[in-house]
């Protein structure tokens, strides 16, 4: 079945630490992909988006993501993370145009002082 | 202000009744999606439509309707078929392609 996996379940970091959240997804083709935070009591926002390109996509507060074609993920990375980056993440599919939009199951990201 | 509005916040269901949550958009958008978001699921489709008087079953469509016969409307019925309602329900709209415009939601539970 198509679907957008994202294997890790729960995160915690230190603040000003690395960060890297894995995406898979197993379209055949390559789809439309995104990024989205949630964070607590707030509604949804992009992050990120990937079409065609370039590979490495830049996004808003500091965030990237690397699409790789022959392992079918968009992982999503940050250089040092800060304590408002505590929040829930999901990565997104559409397939094609005028198609549906597929969330990955959501990777909660905790944040240590 | 262009924007996507979900109502109402909070909705008690009884049991085998059916409920109706509202959402509405006034960006001109042809897309329009119906989520259901659980702990630990993230958010599972249940119907999207791209244009108006057609829609699509997403993952989970038993137990739910919906109608598109405006372009800015699109609401969602939850039947007494669904056995297990409790969640939280998002609306999101779209141009193709483009990201998803989410609504603030609307927090459904059993009475």
């Known amino acids: 079945a198509q679907s957008v996996t994202q294997p890790d379940i729960h995160i915690t970091v230190s603040e000003g630490a690395s960060l890297e959240l894995r995406c898979n997804y197993s379209?055949?083709?390559?789809?439309?992909l995104f990024w989205y935070v949630q964070s607590p009591g707030q509604g949804l926002q992009l992050l990120l988006k990937?079409?065609?390109?370039?590979?490495l996509v830049q996004g808003i507060k500091g965030f990237e993501a690397e699409f790789k074609r022959s392992q079918s993920s968009f992982n999503l990375r940050k250089p040092s993370v800060h304590w408002s980056d505590a929040a829930e993440y999901f990565c997104?599919?559409?397939?094609?145009?005028?198609?549906?939009?597929?969330f990955g199951p959501g990777t909660s990201l905790s944040v240590i002082p | 202000d262009g924007g996507i509005t979900q109502s109402p916040k909070y909705l008690f269901r009884k049991e085998g009744q059916n409920v109706t949550l509202s959402c509405e958009q006034n960006?001109?958008?042809?897309?329009m999606y119906w989520y259901r978001q659980d702990p630990g699921q993230g958010l599972r489709l249940i119907y999207y439509?791209?244009?108006?008087?057609?829609?699509q079953k997403g993952d989970i469509a038993e137990g739910y309707s919906v109608s598109r016969e405006k372009k800015e409307s699109f609401p969602l019925t939850v039947t007494s078929a669904q056995k297990n309602p409790t969640a939280f329900y998002l609306c999101?709209?779209?141009?193709?392609?483009?990201?998803?415009?989410f609504g603030s939601g609307t927090q459904l539970s059993v009475l």
């Open positions: 439509s791209q244009i108006v008087n057609d829609f």
């Open positions: 379209y055949g083709a390559t789809p439309y």
């Open positions: 990937y079409f065609s390109g370039d590979t």
């Open positions: 999101a709209s779209s141009r193709p392609n483009e990201k998803l415009f």
């Open positions: 997104a599919v559409e397939r094609t145009s005028y198609d549906k939009v597929i």
């Open positions: 960006l001109n958008h042809d897309a």
